[in-house]
Nanobody, 127 residues
Framework: QVQLVESGGGWVQAGGSLRLSCVSTGRTFSDYNLGWFRRQTPGKEPELVAAISRNGGVTDYADAAKSRFTISRDNAKNMAYLQMNFLHPEDTATYSC???????????????????WGRGTQVTVSS
C-alpha cells in the first residue's frame, strides 16, 4: 500500500505561482512512477498534467502545462512536487498526485497504471 497526501494548494491571482507537494508513506517510493492529475469539474475524469519516471530522469507534460509547470521528485524524502508558474484561471482545479507502475522500465513515463491516489488539494486562480 502507498498513501499519498498533497499540500500547497490555495488561491492565487492570474500570473502567480504555487508549488504543490505530495508526501508518500508505505511502500518504497522509488518503485513507483508519479503523476499529477487535475479535475476541473466534479465527476469528470481527471486529466494527467505531468508525469515523472521512477528515477526522476524522464518527465512529460500535458500541452496546457508545458513551459509553465515543472514536476520533480526527491526519492530520499519520499516527496514529489509540482511547481506551477504563470497560472491561468483555467488552471483552477483539484490537483491530485498518483503513483503507479509501468512495465516499460525505470526511465519510462509511458503506459503507467496509476492505482494509488491522494485526496487532492484545491487550486483556485482568479482573473
Amino acid at each position: 500500500q502507498v498513501q499519498l497526501v498533497e499540500s500547497g494548494g490555495g488561491w492565487v491571482q492570474a500570473g502567480g505561482s504555487l508549488r504543490l507537494s505530495c508526501v508518500s508513506t508505505g511502500r518504497t517510493f522509488s518503485d513507483y512512477n508519479l503523476g499529477w492529475f487535475r479535475r476541473q469539474t466534479p465527476g469528470k475524469e481527471p486529466e494527467l498534467v505531468a508525469a515523472i519516471s521512477r528515477n526522476g530522469g524522464v518527465t512529460d507534460y500535458a500541452d496546457a502545462a508545458k513551459s509553465r509547470f515543472t514536476i520533480s521528485r526527491d526519492n530520499a524524502k519520499n516527496m514529489a512536487y509540482l511547481q506551477m508558474n504563470f497560472l491561468h484561471p483555467e488552471d483552477t482545479a483539484t490537483y491530485s498526485c498518483a503513483a503507479g507502475v509501468t512495465l516499460d522500465g525505470v526511465n519510462s513515463v509511458r503506459n503507467v497504471d496509476y492505482y494509488y491516489w491522494g485526496r487532492g488539494t484545491q487550486v483556485t486562480v482568479s482573473s
